[in-house]
């Protein structure tokens, strides 16, 4: 089907790069369009974020983020954050691929340790590849672009920087697709779909060699058991607030031993009694002084302190009828 412009005369129309048509009307979002249509709109005048967000309908912030995401695929001039070079047509110089080919056994065998060192990729090594580049690993890459529909389909449409963290993931880290895409739906479960916080698990999975469907479904599970154990210790301390990270380790610790929460929670009761506030360490403290008495549960506690009041009681009034009987001896003998 054929198209033609309505345009009147040609003093209405601006040029747009060729480039933006060629490779970035797939991976580039709405609002980064937008934002690049109305800065050639303007023919080089200097815009500031807030007219282009009155302009565009998105958000000043949006705006800002648009315009370091064309600067950074050189459409845009790096000169002034708001211009484009006027009457010129940018095209992307050609890029070699920044990610280093997977090498053989029998490559790593011949390679002496010093030069393996030197050509290695950091593991925790970050390029900001662009969207030419990216573009290029999905057409290259079934695995990539698989794993990217996948994200899509969890996260909605990805961004620049969802789309270098995934590719990050996959090629430097090692994890496999379907590690990243169960990694993925966590973090959706729980809200937390930064991009930061999802490398910082990935790292952590990458070093533990939790890099199988089942090892991440069982870490998932683990992860899921930690953040609702925290979630009722919160509860049950009246907490407002996350717990610092001084207070999860102790929270992990009291798991790993197997406090259950009903003990938890008596000492707790146990440490407003005796300092009027929420004191983790106070807290500790009474629970492993507990467990090293074989205390445990609620219980065993108020079993031993029925005891120890018994005893208690016991002992004191064994004193008072030691102390009437020598005050009858006193009292005789001075008779």
Not at 24 to 29: E, I, M, Q, S, Y
Not at 33 to 42: E, W
Not at 285 to 309: F, H, Q
């Amino acid at each position: 089907m054929n198209f033609k412009t309505n345009s009147g005369i040609w003093g209405t129309m601006f040029g747009v790069p060729c480039i933006v048509a060629d490779n970035f009307l797939k991976l580039a979002t709405g609002e980064q369009l937008k934002v690049l249509l109305y800065i050639l709109r303007c023919s080089g005048r200097d815009c500031t974020d807030e007219e282009i967000a009155l302009n565009t309908g998105v958000s000043p912030q949006q705006a800002a983020d648009a315009v370091m995401f064309w600067q950074q695929v050189n459409v845009l001039s790096p000169d002034s954050a708001q211009t484009l070079r006027n009457n010129s047509i940018m095209t992307a110089a050609p890029v070699q691929n920044t990610v280093p080919p997977a090498a053989s056994p029998s490559d790593s065998v011949q390679k002496a340790p010093a030069e393996e060192k030197k050509t290695a990729p950091q593991p925790r090594q970050k390029q900001n590849l662009t969207p030419s580049e990216i573009s290029k690993l999905m057409k290259d890459s079934d695995d990539i672009s698989e794993l990217f529909k996948t994200a899509e389909s969890i996260l909605g449409t990805l961004t620049h920087i969802q789309q270098n963290s995934l590719i990050w993931m996959y090629t430097y880290l090692g994890l496999k697709k379907e590690v990243i895409i169960t990694l993925l739906a966590y973090c959706v479960s729980i809200e937390k779909t930064n991009p930061g916080y999802i490398e910082k698990i990935a790292c952590d999975w990458s070093e533990n060699e939790i890099n199988t469907l089942n090892a991440a479904q069982e870490e998932v599970s683990r992860m899921s058991g930690s953040r609702e154990y925290v979630t009722q210790i919160m509860r049950s301390f009246e907490m407002k607030r996350r717990p610092t990270a001084k207070q999860m380790d102790i929270i992990a610790q009291w798991k790993t031993i197997g406090f259950n929460l009903e003990l938890i929670h008596y000492a707790y009761e146990k440490t407003i009694e005796q300092i009027d506030k929420l004191s983790f360490e106070y807290i500790n403290k009474i629970l492993l002084s507990w467990r090293d008495s074989g205390y445990t549960s609620v219980k065993d506690v108020k079993n031993a302190e029925s005891d120890y009041k018994k005893r208690k009681k016991s002992d004191a009034r064994a004193s008072d009828d030691d102390f009437d009987v020598d005050k009858y001896k006193i009292f005789i003998n001075n008779f």
